[in-house]
């Protein structure tokens, strides 16, 4: 069974940074696309980051130039390293795939999400 695993979240200080993971389980990560998304308390889901299948990177406007998408396809991860954090940064980050779709969908619209990792930025 697909499942995704994301870890790498915590408590960070303003303009600080943080490496999240996002680890596969049952399947190979490499040919297919793997977003980022966030939740914050209060709002809805918001596309940060994508990786798609031929490594072409796509990022939402607020964080362009402070995060970075990248894959290791040997250690079967996804990682989002974020830079510069800022307190509107704080959210629960997620990662999503759908099996066989190797282009990042402009909705975000996935079908498999992992649990999510609580991201903190305060001083």
């Known amino acids: 069974q697909l499942q995704l695993v994301e870890s790498g979240g915590g408590l960070v200080q303003p303009g600080g940074s943080l490496k999240l993971s996002c680890a596969g389980s049952g399947f190979t990560l490499a040919p297919y696309a793997i977003a980022w998304s966030r939740q914050a308390p209060g709002k809805e889901r918001e596309g940060v980051a994508c990786i798609s299948g031929g490594d072409y990177t796509y990022y939402t406007d607020s964080v362009k130039g402070r995060f970075t998408v990248s894959r290791d396809s040997a250690r079967n991860a996804v990682y989002l390293q974020m830079n510069s954090l800022r307190p509107e940064d704080t959210a629960v980050y997620y990662c999503?795939?759908?099996?066989?779709?190797?282009?990042?969908?402009?909705?975000?619209?996935?079908?498999?999400w992992g649990q999510g990792t609580q991201v903190t930025v305060s001083s």
């Open positions: 999503a795939t759908d099996d066989g779709v190797r282009h990042c969908k402009r909705n975000y619209g996935y079908s498999y």
